[in-house]
C-alpha cells in the first residue's frame, strides 16, 4: 500500500498560511542547503494531493521560468508529479498531468494508496489534511517551522476533533533557522 505523506511549511506559532490564505513568509531565508533539501524530497513522491487554493498558487509558478531558473529540481518534479486536485468549484486543470476530482475525498484516497507507485504527497490543503486525518489515512507529517511568527491564520488541523498521538521519528536543524520535523502517528491511534 502506497503511503500518504503531508509535508507543510508552518510558522512557530503554528499557522501553515496568514489570515489571508498566503505563505510568502515560508519563502524567506532560503539557501542552497534548505533548496537542496526541498529538491531532493520532491523526488520522493510521484503523485501529489492538493485542495483549490494550493493547486492555483502552486501551478501559478512551478510551471514558470522563474521557478525553473530558481529551482530548477524542485520544478521539475513538480511539473513531472501526477497531481490530483480536490475541488467542487475548478472546471478545469490545467497544470502537467493534473487530475480534477469533485467525488469523495476520502473513498479516493483510499483508492489511490492501492495502486501501485510511490509515496502520495500533500501540499498545503488544511481542509484535506484535517479531512483525512480524522480517518486515519495519514502516514507521516512532514513539517518545517520557519523562524516567524504571524499572529492569526490557519492552522492544517482546524477540524480535529479528538487527539492525535504522533512519534517524531527525523528530524533536522537548517542553517537558515528553519527545522524540519517528521511525525508518524503511533500504533493503535
Known amino acids: 500500500m502506497r503511503r500518504l505523506v503531508v509535508f507543510n ?10 489570515a489571508n490564505g498566503q505563505i510568502a513568509w515560508a519563502h524567506k531565508g532560503n539557501d542552497k ?16 494531493i492538493l485542495g483549490r487554493k494550493t493547486y492555483q498558487e502552486l501551478a501559478s509558478f512551478w510551471p514558470t521560468e522563474q521557478a525553473k531558473k530558481t529551482m530548477p ?28 476530482l469533485k467525488g469523495d475525498i476520502a473513498e479516493e484516497v483510499r483508492r489511490v494508496k492501492q495502486e501501485a507507485g510511490g509515496d502520495i504527497a500533500i501540499l498545503g490543503s488544511g481542509s484535506i489534511v484535517s479531512a483525512l486525518a480524522q480517518q486515519g ?8 517551522v520557519n523562524p516567524v511568527v504571524i499572529g ?34 503511533t500504533k493503535g491511534a
Open 9 to 18: 511549511n508552518i510558522t512557530l506559532d503554528g499557522f501553515f498560511t496568514d
Open 73 to 100: 529540481e524542485a520544478a521539475e518534479g513538480m511539473n513531472r508529479m501526477r497531481k490530483l486536485v480536490f475541488s467542487k468549484s475548478l472546471n478545469d486543470a490545467t497544470w502537467s498531468n493534473t487530475t480534477l
Open 33 to 48: 542547503e534548505y533548496n537542496d533539501f526541498v529538491a531532493e524530497n520532491a523526488k520522493g513522491g510521484d503523485t501529489l
Open 152 to 185: 492569526k491564520g490557519r492552522t492544517m488541523f482546524d477540524r480535529i476533533r479528538s487527539n492525535m498521538d504522533l512519534q517524531l521519528t527525523k528530524s533536522r536543524v537548517f542553517g537558515n533557522g528553519k527545522v524540519y520535523l517528521c511525525y508518524e502517528p
Open 137 to 144: 489515512l495519514i502516514d507521516e507529517y512532514q513539517v518545517v
